[in-house]
């Protein structure tokens, strides 16, 4: 099965920090471009951060800019998104997703299960 995989989520406190990572399973991550999403329970997916192929490029959901970056390893096939400052409201299922384009609110072909970020006190 081709799908992301992700790793990196946990509770933390308000102000805190949490480092994603999202790997592939079955495919060279490397030659997608990497989205980032959330989703709350009852509420729609959002996109959080994005990535191009070459790393050249990246965006970021209004909400977390100035606290989350994104940022790939190509030595490991490996993005992250480190989010620093958390917020309760960030709370959520923290997905990655690969495709053609960095968007956020573009297609993306393979997905993962998910991590569950939970900012409380």
């Known amino acids: 099965q081709l799908q992301t995989v992700e790793s990196g989520g946990g509770l933390v406190q308000p102000g805190g920090s949490l480092r994603l990572s999202c790997a592939a399973s079955g495919f060279t991550l490397n030659d997608f471009a990497i989205g980032w999403f959330r989703q709350a329970p009852g509420k729609e997916r959002e996109g959080v951060s994005c990535?191009?192929?070459?790393?050249?490029?990246?965006d970021y959901a209004d909400s977390v800019k100035g606290r989350f970056t994104i940022a790939r390893d190509n030595a490991k096939n490996t993005v992250y998104l480190q989010m620093n400052s958390l917020k309760p409201e960030d709370t959520g299922v923290y997905y990655c997703?690969?495709?053609?384009?960095?968007?956020?609110?573009?297609?993306?072909?393979?997905w993962g299960q998910g991590t569950q970020v939970t900012v409380s006190s």
């Open positions: 990535v191009t192929k070459s790393g050249g490029f990246t």
């Open positions: 997703a690969a495709g053609m384009v960095c968007g956020l609110n573009a297609d993306y072909i393979f």
